[in-house]
């Protein structure tokens, strides 16, 4: 059955770093990818998504993820963090048969330090 | 392009009372698949319905039913609340069939079960 696994349940780092976020799939057939943002008291705002068409995926927002098999990774990345970075992030694959729907993992929360 | 809207945003029960929430897809967008976030956790699949169909159901009981309108808006009705349903609904709408298609979410009900 498929599922996500995000690393770390909260994240924080300096504005101007690094941020990279940790997301490992496990799923029987190719999966799809997608990371969510979630602002506090708002819904779910796509980021990227793997399709198979390339395993370096940019987004919005200077975000990009990279899709590696061998290691059954997706993880999110944004060379510099800003402030408004910050917010709750949702790693998530399609299921593999029936409806579209998606299973996520259980968010990791950015902050960011000015 | 209207995006996905959700209806009410907030909302106060009572045990053993029901609940309708309601929920209006993207333009042009079919399938509407509702979850369940509960608090510091990620979205948990409820429910799809597509051309007023359920097309694929996660692990809840039968006391959590759906209805879709020809128009594609559709309502997630609760029965029997118990203190464990308190958590954000989250609608989101994408096109049919394809499992790399984006479902776009809505901004949610939060829903407070005393």
């Not at chain 1, 995000?6 to 997301?23: D, K, P």
Request: proline share 5%; aromatic share 12%.
């Amino acid at each position: 059955a498929q599922s996500v696994t995000q690393l770390g349940s909260h994240v924080s780092v300096s504005e101007g770093a690094l941020v990279l976020l940790r997301c490992n799939y496990s799923s029987s057939v190719p999966p799809y990818l997608f990371w969510y943002v979630q602002y506090p008291n708002q819904g779910l705002q796509l980021l990227l998504k793997y399709t198979s068409a390339a395993t370096l995926v940019k987004g919005i927002n200077g975000f990009e993820a990279e899709f590696k098999k061998s290691e059954t990774s997706f993880h999110l990345t944004k060379p510099s963090a800003h402030m408004s970075d910050a917010a709750e992030y949702f790693c998530a694959v399609s299921a593999e048969t029936g409806a579209n729907n998606l299973f996520f993992g259980t968010g990791t929360r950015l902050t960011v330090i000015p | 392009e209207t995006g996905v809207t959700q209806s009410p945003t907030h909302l106060i029960k009572t045990r053993g009372q029901q609940v309708t929430l309601r929920c209006s897809s993207q333009s042009g967008h079919n399938t509407v698949s509702w979850y369940q976030q509960a608090l510091g956790q990620g979205p948990q699949f409820i429910f799809q319905y597509y051309r007023e169909e359920e097309n694929g159901r996660g692990n809840f009981p039968p006391r959590f039913s759906g209805l879709q309108f020809p128009n594609y808006s559709s309502e997630l009705n609760v029965n029997a609340l118990e203190l464990d349903d308190s958590a954000l609904y989250l609608c989101a709408s994408s096109l049919p069939g394809q499992v790399q298609e984006t479902q776009y979410f809505g901004p949610g009900t939060r829903l407070l079960v005393l």
